[in-house]
Every structure is written in C-alpha cells, then in structure tokens.
C-alpha cells in the first residue's frame, strides 16, 4: 500500500514572552540608570594603568578646575542636612524651596552668601552663570574646609559611616591649587583620599 503523506506545517514560535522580557530589562536599565553629571568646568583628568571604581554613596568629591574648586557630595539626605547646617554656620537663612533644589544638585562652586540667589534662578539661566568656585583660602578656615568638614559630620550622623574625600583635577591644572586642597584636607585630618583618574587608552 503506499504510504499516506502527512502534511507538513511550519512551525510558529510565541516571541510574546521574550519580547515582554526584553522590554521590562530595557525599561529597568533605562530607570535605574544614573546619568553621567556634566563637570562644573572642563576637566581632562590625568591617565591611569589600573582602574578602581569609587563607591556611589558617602563620598564627596572636590572638583579642581581653571583654578576653582567645585565641592560635591552623594546623597539628597546628606546634601539636605548639610545645606541647613553651612546656613547655621554663617547665618543665611534658606527656604525648603531652596533646599530641595540643593538636594538634586550635584556640585557647588558659590560662596555660602550667594547660594540662595543662585538657587531662585531658573534653570536654564543657572547654567549660564559663572560659578567662582568655592572660596579655599588656608591662611584662616575656609568655607572649603567647612564644606568638607559638615559633610563628613552628616555622613557619620546620618549614614553611621565615615565619608571618602575624591579630587577630580584637571591633568594640566597648576600645582599650587592642589596643594592647597591637600592642606586644608590635611587641616582637619583627613590623610586618606583618592584621585579620579581615566583609563590610559579610554577615549574621554
């Protein structure tokens, strides 16, 4: 008898479920992602043969920069705290408006005196200012050193932790604004901090 020929079908694959699991990762990736923060003024840091990466909490960084210093802290918590705690130390008042601006900003380079004029400003003129960095006298106690000094007081108070100090310099800035950094560090301390540095051969 000959033999009876069975059709051949094509085979389908369901891709719903795949699909479905590639756009919740995707949309998980997109919201959990921090983006890149632009530095305060261009800074080209110096290279580096190893890399180590820097924790993502109770850390500050200092940003050194066309001779300025920009002072920076992770945290809306601590950025908070330590707002209201530099007004009480030099007497500027700031309204919650103020201070919840100040929790999403990721550096400063103002004088205490002008951080309040700065924060009312809209957003798009707020990128157009001029920031002079913030004062780093060492010939008395600078609002740098007090900067650095209340955050270390609001990371231990707030997280139970002691708050990493990082230097973010340009690789052609000057010495002498370095070194001043390290001495007003050195003033209250602190021996241990770290440079950020690129990759040798990674494109910046």
Request: with cysteine; hydrophobic share 35%.
């Amino acid at each position: 008898m000959p033999r009876v020929k069975i059709p051949r079908k094509s085979t389908a694959i369901d891709m719903t479920a795949m699909c479905d699991v590639a756009f919740l990762l995707l949309t998980f990736f997109i919201l959990t992602a921090k983006p890149k923060a632009e530095d305060p003024v261009p800074v080209d840091t110096p290279g580096a043969s190893t890399s180590v990466s820097i924790p993502e909490k109770d850390i500050a960084t200092l940003t050194v920069g066309q001779g300025k210093v920009f002072f920076g802290v992770e945290g809306p918590d601590v950025r908070k705290e330590l707002l209201t705690q530099m007004g009480s130390k030099y007497n500027v008042g700031f309204t919650q408006a103020q201070v919840n601006k100040f929790a999403n900003m990721n550096t400063i380079g103002v004088p205490v005196a002008q951080i309040g004029q700065y924060l009312d400003a809209e957003p798009a003129d707020r990128e157009r200012i001029k920031q002079p960095g913030v004062p780093a006298d060492t010939t008395g106690t600078s609002e740098l050193y007090n900067w650095v000094h209340e955050a270390r007081v609001v990371t231990k108070n707030l997280h139970g932790t002691e708050m990493r100090v990082t230097i973010k310099g340009d690789s052609k800035e000057e010495y002498p604004t370095i070194k001043k950094i390290i001495a007003i560090l050195q003033k209250q301390e602190v021996n241990k901090f770290s440079f950020i540095t690129s990759l040798k051969g990674e494109s910046k």
